[in-house]
């Protein structure tokens, strides 16, 4: 019998992603998009939204790591936080434990993504029960821009690629509304796709961050096996004059919860562009 795989080609970048699978375990499109899970034969299992791979059990470590601990450990007191995005859960879980957080808002468009994360992903949705989470099935560009101003130290942006439903948390106006929504300190961090092909989304991305009034910005590299190309980043905003390269390193090492790939020297290494990189953002 031949192998089955799971296959994901980046046509901007040409090259592919693939996996081998035993089964697909579940197909459904909702009115969103279309969620597909896999049995992975090593990867455990895969969560596809319309064809593009989201998360596998073994890797995910990497990305949800990456989108919250640097944030949290940059902002001198993050309380009140709200994930864009973030259906699986594994984002909720992260932030939920630091022990400072006293308010986690999910704002997730497709409540299915969270569904099948619960029955596919159950470590993911771990903290979902957590008094200080909510989970809300909302759109995420709408929320935001109905927030109390200033009510918000942390919005984590996790979302799908800058199309469907995505395409609106990538743009001047969505960026806006997180700038009034953010306390002073505040900061917005935001998957931004592969520095490697992706550059001029991430320039783009930062320009529109810096006309809707943010200052310091970040983009900081990790390895993400199962997205095209194997690298991923996380691009973090400040509201207010503070640089992004001072953190609580001191409690990023006291930490009391367990991490596979953050820890406080990872965190500085990011903070350290590759020389492309530094060179492509030095103007945006
Ligand atoms: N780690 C993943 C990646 O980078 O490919 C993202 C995972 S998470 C499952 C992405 C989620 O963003 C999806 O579940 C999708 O439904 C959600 N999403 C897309 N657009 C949204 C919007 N406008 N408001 C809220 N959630 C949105």
Known sequence: MSEMWFTEQHAPSGSSVGFRVRAKLHEETTPFQTIAIYDSTDWGRLMVIDGCMMVTSRDNFLYHEMMVHPALYTHGAPRRVVVIGGGDCGTLREVLRHAEVARAVQVEIDERVTRLAEI??????????????????????????????????????????????????FNEAFYRSCHRALGEG??????????????ELIRAMRTAMRKAGFRAMATLPFPQPCYPTGWWSCTMARKGPNPLDVFRAADADARTFPTRYYNSGVHRAALCPPEFLRVALSES
């Open 120 to 169: 596919h992903f159950p470590e993911l949705c771990e903290a979902n029960a957590d008094a200080r989470a909510e989970l809300r099935f909302d759109d995420g560009v709408r929320y935001i821009a109905e927030m109390v101003p200033g009510s918000a130290d942390v919005i984590i942006v996790d979302s799908t690629d800058p199309v469907g439903p995505a395409e609106g948390l």
């Open 186 to 199: 505040g900061l917005l961090v935001q998957q931004s796709e592969s520095p490697i092909a992706h550059l």
